[in-house]
Every structure is written in C-alpha cells, then in structure tokens.
C-alpha cells in the first residue's frame, strides 16, 4: 500500500500548465530537459557535418563511378544520397528546436564530421570507402543514442530512426563490394 510521502505518477495538470507559461522564449526545452543544450546543439553540430560530408561523398560518387557495372552502384550512390540529405535536413531541425544555429559553413566541414570525404576514383574504392564511413556513422550513432537515452529522449530516437538508416546504407555497400570486388 502506497504512503502518503511518495509522489503521485501524474503531473499536477494546473502546475503543468503554470510551468508551461514559463520561459517560453526556450522552446521546447523546458525544465524537465535532463539535456545538456548547449552540449547536444554542439554533438549535433558534428553530426549535421557528418551527414553533410557523407551527401557530398555519395554525390561525387554518383557521378564519378565509371564502368560497365556502373549503373546500378550509381543509382544506389544517388539514393543514399537523398538519405543522407534526409538526415541532414532532420539534424538541423533539431539544432534548430533547441535554440541553436545548424552550421552549413564549409569551413571546417572535414574537421567537424566524423566521416572523411573521400577521392576514390575507382568503383571499388568508392563503395570500401562508403562503407568504411557508414561503419564510422553507425559506432559514433550508437555510442550517442546511449549518451542521449532519457536526457533528451527526441534527439535519442531521431539518432536511432539515422541509425537504422546507416545500418541499411553498410549492408548495401557491403553487398556492393562483395559483387564487385571479386
């Protein structure tokens, strides 16, 4: 039998709404944010290069890939290209949401991402070298869902929604590279 001392489970509705009217130039980051903004706005900000660099590497390879089994990697660059633009965009709403800035500068791009941009100029290289970044984007995406868990459960499951994605995008190019290498 409960005792009188412990908190009920249900949020006192009127105080809810009290708190609600508080602060409301914060947003959606309101008192019950267990977050770091400022730290997670800047986890982001790596995250968003991150998925820049990889547009930019997929998209490069999309139209660089040369050869008579070409096509069909090409057509596979091109849609993980709209997915990786995909995260992108979804990233950057987030930084937006918690008041902060999503950085699109150039500047300083690679230094950001946790992806290098590759020159593979040989179809081989191009999807190892794919696949060597969607390896990098799954272990860096696991590691953050673990540190975001319930602190900022929205940025945790957008990572994992990503995550789900890079681990979609490894398979392909592991496939790839499997048809193609040997």
Do not use: W
Not at 144 to 149: G, N, Q, T, Y
């Amino acid at each position: 039998m409960p005792t009188t001392t412990e908190q009920p489970f249900l949020t006192d509705v009127k105080n809810l709404r009290a708190k609600a009217r508080e602060s409301l130039d914060k947003g959606p980051v309101t008192p019950n944010y267990q977050g770091d903004v400022k730290q997670t706005i800047e986890i982001l900000q790596s995250v968003l290069a991150t998925e820049i660099v990889c547009v930019l590497r997929y998209t490069m390879n999309a139209v660089a890939a040369t050869g008579i089994h070409s096509e069909s990697v090409k057509n596979e660059f091109d849609e993980h290209a709209a997915e990786e633009h995909q995260h992108v965009r979804q990233v950057a709403e987030r930084i937006n949401q918690l008041g902060g800035t999503p950085n699109f500068n150039p500047e300083g791009l690679a230094t950001r991402s946790a992806s290098q941009y590759s020159n593979e100029t040989d179809l081989v290289g191009m999807i190892r070298e794919n696949l060597v970044a969607e390896r990098i984007a799954c272990e860096h995406y696991r590691e953050l869902i673990r540190f975001f868990a319930d602190k900022d459960p929205s940025t945790r499951v957008m990572m994992e929604s990503i995550l789900a994605k890079e681990e979609e995008h490894a398979n392909d190019m592991q496939d790839l590279l499997a048809a193609h290498a040997g």
